[in-house]
């Protein structure tokens, strides 16, 4: 019986991680838009900073799996 790698796995998932990278980058543009009409120092902004660090991350580890996969092939 064959053994199926992390890769083979993920590539069944690759239109997902697609769409959750153009997603996430979709969210980045529009906090970076919002974020200077955002007043300094209130709990919006402070959010607005978790949430892009959170997109950031998102669409770099969504990035990473999808070059991955690809040079795996």
Do not use: N
Request: net charge negative.
């Amino acid at each position: 019986m064959p053994e199926t790698s992390l890769a083979d796995v993920l590539r069944d998932y690759e239109t997902r991680m697609k769409f959750v990278l153009v997603i996430s980058l979709a969210s980045i543009a529009l906090l970076l838009v919002s974020l200077p009409s955002i007043e300094p120092g209130t709990t919006t902004h402070a959010l607005v900073y978790l949430q892009l660090t959170t997109f950031c991350g998102l669409a770099v580890l969504m990035l990473g799996l999808l070059l991955w996969t690809a040079r795996s092939a």
